[in-house]
């Protein structure tokens, strides 16, 4: 013959000994539910369905009670596997396996003697099924159509390790083919757990629609119900038993946030666990906690509700979970309350439906309420609760609000004041001027919770009581579309922020503090670059000025702001310039000159939230700038304020924060009046007080010349810089400060000092003393100051006399001959 065939495969031989030994098996075990209880006689039932493309060959049959039975034959090992059984009479119309003979789908009709079954709707001629072959029993409907329905796998060209996606064709006879792509995570070698897809759709007033993104949800809809909690309460509907299913709720905001909230069925009277997916953020928290008493089983569902920078989790009677959802890093910034707080007490105790634009619904009472935070009662728990933790959340959250914030910022200025030194894990002050600066500008443009800092720390290591977290990385959203406006500009800014931006782009002052301390060197060795670019620096800080006392109306009980601090007004300055080119380069499509006005009003709040803390201290203790000399003992009040100074000035050095111009010279003030005088210098050496030149001369001029005074101002003039002290030198008639202006004087004289001739010397004088030391001393000191009266003219000699400096040089000369 001209063509030859060889056979691979027979159903007689291949299949039927294996049926037979399988249903010999079957009748010796009883004829147990659910296994292949094929048929005995009805052979000509047994037919192969498919034969995929690794040449796997898949069959079907009946048995005696009309059982449709699917069985594999592996063409490489040449051994036969039951896939599944359907304990119905129905008409295979197609079937296929997956590469990992995980997935089963098959199309169906009814048999013919037998009426509508349950699986078909109405009008339905064909259901095709997907069906988990590992557990059995976990069947999804794919189609319910009027026409025949074929399927088939799509193998890839290599083998290779699993895919995370199968991909299935389905073909109509009405000549349209559908792809559906099944993404699948294999646990326990044989275990295959569908992924969900969360598919997000547009509708527009044309009748239009587009998918706007898709994203993989990394949990299960498929093996309990769910309810929906987006479209309205329905009576008909179990509540208990909704109580047990899982609650998922999808949420957004304006900030272009996206967040997926999911509770499983509760399977514990001990503890519960829900999830967060921040796609925004690119991660998940999975959260577990206590349900305290476990003689008290939920026998109410679990509500999350969204809160616009917040969502709070609900569980009646157990706890109350406000989770922060633009900075949800760090588990601080989030509040978490348990059921012997006096919060639970008072919210609902019964399950609560979260609506749109901050609406709740209490189905029970029939009530429908609109939620937002209290602000004046988190103001008082804020004063109330002892652990750091929540001390951090409540000032987030009650900032946040975002409501009469001068008002806001006195309470919280009070309560800072009175717990200073009660909190341990991160400094209060720190806090409140960061967070609170943040809130005052994130409002007028997007992306700033991106760019500027929200927090003063970066890491949270103490465990939050009564709750434990779990964070993962997920899969971003991917977008459909390719033009975004409104909310999908601001969601798509933020995927592509997670994507593209890593490490994170808040602004800190680094940059500024390397070259705040070369321009202070600078100026300390005389040589300073361009006065131009000094110029601007300083301009900078006076526009800063100028921008908080237009917004202050109100007279200063401090006296600051009345100098020309230059250390001070150069932080200022350099600190809006850094900030202003780190968000010209992040914020695009932003006016340049309205970031230029938010550069000026961050950091003009900065200044003013210390001046309000210096504010606040100064009038809770009665001072006036009148009631502070030098020659006065300090009042309690005055240690006080003190205090607050020191506290104010560590907070600030720690994060390189500028200063209002002055508060050195208050601090140095105050620190004189407060401190012994070892005390005094022991915080002036280690750079706590700072010897500005303002506080130097009010000091000479106010005190007197007693032996205390003396010293004081004696060890104050050796540690100061020797510009500044040649100049402090001069305001002090005192032996001591002419010595010093006195030695510096023949210092510079003798600098550039070129030896002549003594001839050529002694010509020039008119005048001698018997000494010959001194005699030629003076010489040559004559002989200098000849050369260039004008650049060698001695200055502040109000406070030093001839016969002084006679001596204190003859003295000198006598140490240098060794005499």
Known sequence: ????????FDLGKDVLPWL????????????RGG??????????????????????????????????????YDYQTKQNEHLYTFEKDLQVVSCSVNREKTLLATSLVQAAKEGKSNEFQPGSKCLTLLVEIHPINNVKVLKAVDSYIWVQFLYPHVESRPQPENHLLLLSEEKYIEQFRIQVVQEDGNRVKSRSVLKCIQFYADEHFKLMFEAPLDISLSDSGFKLVNFGYSDLQDQEELSEHLTLCVFTNHTGSLCVCYCPNFDSCEQITYSVFYFHKGHSKTFTTSLGNVDSCVTKGITFLNLDYYVAVYLPGHFFHLLNIQHPDLICHSLFLTENSEVISMLPHSPLQSLSGSLVLDSCSGKLYRALLNQSYLLEFLWNTRLDCEKMALLHCVLSCGRDPRRLEAKIIQWISENISACHSFDLIQEFIIASSYWSIY?????????LPYSSLLTWDTEIPGITLVTEEIPLPLMKVHSFKGYWEKLNSNLEYVKYSKPHLYYNNSVVRREWHNLISEEKTGKRRSTVYVRNILDNAIKVISNLEAK??????????QEEDNHQQLLIGLMVSELRDHLLRHLQGVEKKKIEQMVLDYVSKLLDLICQILEASWRKHNLHPWTLHFNRQASAAEFAVFHIMTRILEATNTLFLPLPPGFHTLHMILGVRCLPLHNLLHYIDHGVLLLTEAAVTRLMKDLDNTEKNEKLKFSIIMRLPPLTGQKICRLWDHPVSSNIISRNHVKRLLQNYNKQPWSSVMDKSSFSVEFLPLNYFIHILTDIESSNPALYAFEGHDNVDAKFVEEAALKHTAMLLGL
Request: with cysteine; glycine share 6%.
């Open 35 to 72: 296994g292949p209880g094929v048929l005995e006689n009805n052979y000509e039932c047994l037919r192969v369905l498919n034969v995929e493309r690794n040449r796997n060959i898949i069959y079907t049959c009946k048995d005696d009670k009309g059982n449709v039975f699917f069985g594999l």
């Open 1 to 8: 013959m001209a063509l030859r065939l060889i056979a691979d």
């Open 20 to 31: 037979r030994a399988q249903l010999a098996a079957s009748a010796a075990a009883g004829a």
């Open 552 to 561: 202050n109306l109100e007279p200063r009980l401090t006296p600051l702001f």
């Open 443 to 451: 409002p007028e443009t997007s992306n700033m919770d991106k760019l």
